[in-house]
């Protein structure tokens, strides 16, 4: 089996940051992209930002200059720092990992997610 693990969600006021992290686990032979999605309330879950093994990135528009994807291959983890932060980034936030098992099975895991909340 494999899991994801999301931590650092909470509250913060407008303005503040947060970071969150993701740890992979299990029956992990390799991973590929990482990344991390959201879902507000009433909304569809939408790509947040993406990154690959070699560490190139890519951001949705409404979160350029504020976040930043970041992973550390050696402990399988992608971390999200969010800066700015603004009542729109309001959503529960899901780590994603596109990663092959040790029986050699490839597929697509999510997280659980973690709710980040952005009010005064």
């Known amino acids: 089996q494999v899991q994801l693990v999301e931590s650092g969600g909470g509250l913060v006021q407008p303005g503040g940051s947060l970071r969150l992290s993701c740890a992979a686990s299990?029956?992990?032979?390799?991973?590929?992209?990482m990344g991390w999605y959201r879902q507000a309330p009433g909304k569809q879950r939408d790509l947040v930002a993406r990154i690959t093994t070699g560490g190139s990135t890519n951001y949705a528009d409404t979160v350029k200059g504020r976040f930043t994807i970041s992973r550390d291959n050696a402990k399988n983890t992608v971390y999200l720092q969010m800066n700015s932060l603004k009542p729109e980034d309001t959503a529960v936030y899901y780590c994603?990992?596109?990663?092959?098992?040790?029986?050699?099975?490839?597929?697509?895991?999510w997280g659980q997610g973690t709710q980040v909340t952005v009010s005064s």
């Open positions: 299990g029956s992990i032979f390799s991973i590929y992209d």
């Open positions: 994603t990992a596109d990663l092959q098992t040790t029986t050699g099975h490839r597929n697509h895991y």
